[in-house]
């Protein structure tokens, strides 16, 4: 049998299971799930300025391959980042936009919270509510790093200006949505092939985006 | 507008919450976001079911918000009829006098009303004869040959149908209908008194299943909430009357520390955004040990619209 083994051409891991392989080597505590979100987010989806935001209490709760999913008081870890192109825009706000003649590329890039999570884990709307609070103590000023906003000419400007008016009214009264956040959620069952799905959640009733 | 005197009672029929005047009906939808489900369809033919009437079906939860907010009672129907048997029998025949009399008033109305619709055919009609003759004349002056044929191919016709149309029009009109249409009322107010809620026909608030405080959170923002089998969800939520908009979620309930499972968020935000819509999953932050009442959860309610990110 030793001999037969031999003889059969061992594969390379691909370069994500030796990312995560050193990661844990090296003594990194995040879970197998968040790196590799922060791997498809950065490699798959060009997000740039990507930060992991640890609590600390969760990192028995988001390795589902452990089958040790039963901390459900801490929140999960999160990530953020700035997505390339704009992931959401509120169709009350796309209607703004289209009357002050806004393109979404004229914007400011918006910086995006990401839960990792992976299937077959565990959870609940706690969990996803932790998720919420715990988003809104990280809010991080932009320090001007990462994609800076197009130039645009003066006339433009005054129409932005008026638009950043306007989004900080909503935040207040919730026009626009009130928080968001993507789920991305793993392909970790049988079969598993590395998919990861993103869905937008939003606190409270936001009206569907096509409709 | 009139306004139905309040509490409107609901019929509760073996397990159902039933409603059976149109007024009421009407008020609840108008007023209190309140749609339900018509079911009444024709006794003799129950598979013609695409459009339904009276009664209306209410979910538990509507018959139950409703009660909450002191619009409505429930109502034991069984023991509501009872008084069926202590109407004086007096009453029951000029009652039953009357049905009839209205019946016979539908049957001649319907008579009258097929008589004229045969005279305007028939009329028309002969106006048609009339002006194809002429033509027929006026073409004829040019050609000898064929004048004769047209009047000699149309009038044995035009004999048989008079005879046919005056043949069935003597005789309905002059007989006295045969058949009278029976009446059958919807409500049973007019013979009996309307239930009074001090009566003890009334039952107490109808049993609501656990997702009840997001139903009544979601009606209390203006929602219109329908049954939600045919998406597989709980609730359809519409933002106004379901027949002026297109629903918006897709509205599931669980609760705070209900195990999830997250491919039941994607299966749920997926079909939500292929049929154009969100996908709501909410619940009460308070458990029914912890808190004192439905009322109490209802306000504990948070809710999170799921939507694919197209990435």
Not at chain 1, 83 to 99: N, S
Not at chain 2, 76 to 101: C, F
Not at chain 2, 190 to 213: C, E, H, K, M
Not at chain 2, 272 to 282: A, D, E, M, R
Request: net charge negative; charged share 25%.
């Amino acid at each position: 049998m030793a001999s037969t083994q031999s003889e059969v051409p061992t594969l390379e891991p691909s370069a994500l299971t030796n990312l995560i392989a050193s990661a844990s080597a090296s003594g990194n505590l995040l879970s197998a799930t968040t790196i590799q979100v922060l791997h498809n987010l950065q490699h798959q989806h060009l997000w740039t300025s990507l930060q992991i935001h640890d609590t600390g209490a969760s990192q028995t709760a988001t390795d589902p391959a452990n089958g040790s999913s039963k901390d459900i008081s801490g929140a999960p870890t999160l990530i953020s980042g700035i997505p390339p192109h704009r992931v959401y825009t509120h169709p009350d706000q796309q209607l703004y936009m289209l009357g002050k003649g806004i393109h979404e590329d004229d914007l400011r890039p918006e910086r995006l919270f990401v839960i990792p999570t992976a299937q077959g884990q565990t959870w609940s709307l706690r969990r996803m509510a932790s998720a919420f609070d715990a988003m809104a103590e990280f809010q991080i000023v932009e320090d001007g790093e990462g994609r800076a906003a197009p130039e645009v000419d003066a006339e433009k400007a005054q129409k932005l200006d008026e638009y950043y008016k306007k989004r900080e009214e909503t935040l207040a009264t919730k026009e626009w949505g009130a928080q968001r956040l993507l789920l991305a959620m793993v392909d970790k069952g049988m079969g598993g092939d590395g998919t990861v799905v993103y869905y937008v959640v939003q606190e409270g009733e936001v009206k569907p985006r096509q409709n | 507008m009139d306004q139905p005197t309040l509490p409107i009672p609901i019929s509760f029929i073996s397990g159902r919450y039933l409603l059976f005047s149109i007024d009421d009906v009407t008020y609840l939808r108008r007023e209190y976001n309140t749609c339900g489900v018509l079911i009444g369809t024709l006794p003799q033919i129950p598979q013609q079911n695409v459009f339904l009437g009276l009664p209306l079906e209410l979910m538990p939860e509507e018959a139950r918000l409703l009660v909450d907010k002191g619009v409505a009672c429930i109502v034991d129907e069984a023991k509501a009829h009872d008084g069926m048997q202590s109407l004086l029998e007096e009453d029951r025949r000029q009652y039953l006098r009357e049905l009839e009399s209205q019946g016979l008033h539908a049957t001649r109305i319907l008579a009258e009303r097929k008589d004229q619709q045969r005279d305007q055919k028939f009329k028309e009609k002969s106006d048609k004869k009339a002006a194809t003759a002429r033509a027929a004349a006026k073409a004829g002056g040019g050609d000898k040959h064929d004048s004769p044929a047209t009047p000699a191919n149309d009038s044995p016709a035009s004999v048989a149908d008079f005879f046919d149309d005056s043949a069935s029009a003597k005789a309905s009109t002059s007989t006295v209908p045969e058949q009278i249409y029976a009446v059958t009322p919807t409500t049973s107010y007019p013979p009996l008194p309307r239930p009074s809620t001090s009566s003890n026909n009334i039952l107490a608030r109808p049993d609501v299943p656990l997702s009840y405080p997001l139903f009544a959170h979601l009606q209390s923002r203006g929602y219109f909430l329908s049954p939600g089998l045919r998406f597989g969800c709980q609730y359809v939520a519409y933002p106004g009357d379901p027949l002026r908009f297109h629903s918006h979620f897709l509205v599931v309930s669980a609760e705070w520390d209900q195990e999830i499972d997250l491919m039941d968020i994607i299966i749920g935000g997926r079909l939500g955004t292929g049929v154009k819509k969100g996908f709501l999953l909410g619940g009460p932050q308070l458990s029914r040990e912890q808190a004192e009442s439905e009322i109490e959860r209802t306000e504990s309610v948070r809710t999170f619209s799921i939507e694919w990110a197209g990435m």
